[in-house]
């Protein structure tokens, strides 16, 4: 069972300590929403979390080995969906999901076949020829989507994909998704604002502030915390 761990992460902006010492684990299977105020740094978290920025100091673990960002056999094991989908703009959403299966190593007879039954999900499958600069943000945001359906990486970490700009049948589609994954043994993080998200989907919420680990638990523990008057917890809650 893949799993990803965070081991004392500092992470520094300028003069200031965005994570400061965080000690972190989870593994497939595991649905965790990262919750905190703006700038408290769950970008950030996810963002070291994926290589895609390095800590000051501190060490990410995958399935137990050290990642460092040059470490592409281990990258392949995840998909990091920012606020701005990576994708080639120039490129259709098949260009763009025939580039990253070359990157990601994938070679199934099927991809396609995939991808159009995705996008099919997400109502997307008219726009498959069109360059993907030519699409609506979330139109953009369900492409990405249909390409980390397809490929399937064993570690989804989303920022606010619940915020991305998607319809009712995209946001329908990507909890199926997510719960498919899940019981595939795929291990989801994402970062969230909405606490109607956390409840009644999430397994486990961390919450971060100021670059620390406020609570890092079951929803029902946060639930707990927050009506027994912790101001920051109740302030998320509400
Ligand atoms: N590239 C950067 N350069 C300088 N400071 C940065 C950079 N990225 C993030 N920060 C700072 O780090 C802090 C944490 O930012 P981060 O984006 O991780 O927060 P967040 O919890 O994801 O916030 P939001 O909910 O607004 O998305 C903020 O104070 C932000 O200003």
Redesign the pocket.
């Known amino acids: 069972m893949v799993s990803l761990e965070l081991r004392n992460v500092w992470?520094r902006?300028?003069k200031?300590d965005?994570?400061s010492g965080v000690n972190w684990q989870a593994s497939g299977g595991e649905l965790v929403a990262?919750m905190?105020?703006?700038?408290?740094?769950?970008?950030?978290?996810?963002?070291v979390m994926s290589g895609m920025?390095g800590a000051e100091s501190g060490e990410v673990f995958i399935n137990g080995k050290h990642f460092t960002r040059d470490d592409v056999e281990l990258r392949r094991q995840f998909f990091l969906l920012g606020?701005e989908p990576a994708l080639i703009p120039q490129g259709s959403a098949i260009m763009n999901l025939a580039t990253m299966a070359k990157l990601w190593q994938i070679d199934r007879p099927n991809l396609e076949e995939v991808a159009a039954e995705w996008m099919d999900r997400f109502g997307v499958l008219s726009l498959r020829e069109k360059p993907v600069s030519e699409l609506s943000r979330g139109q953009r945001y369900k492409v990405a989507l249909v390409i980390l359906a397809t490929l399937r990486p064993p570690i989804w970490l989303m920022?606010?994909p619940f915020a991305s700009g998607m319809d009712a049948q995209g946001l329908r589609t990507l909890r199926q998704l997510i719960r498919e994954g899940l019981e595939e043994g795929v291990l989801v993080v994402f970062?969230t604002?909405l606490i109607e998200m956390v409840r009644g989907f999430a397994g486990r919420v961390t919450v971060?502030s100021g670059?620390v680990i406020l609570h890092n638990g079951t929803v029902p523990e946060l639930e707990e915390k927050a009506r027994a008057g912790d101001p920051y917890l109740a302030m998320l809650m509400d």
Do not use: C, I, P, Y
């Open positions: 992470k902006f300028g200031q965005v994570l990262l905190g105020v703006n700038g408290a740094g769950k970008t950030t978290m996810l963002r920025v606020d920022d606010e970062s604002q971060v670059g």
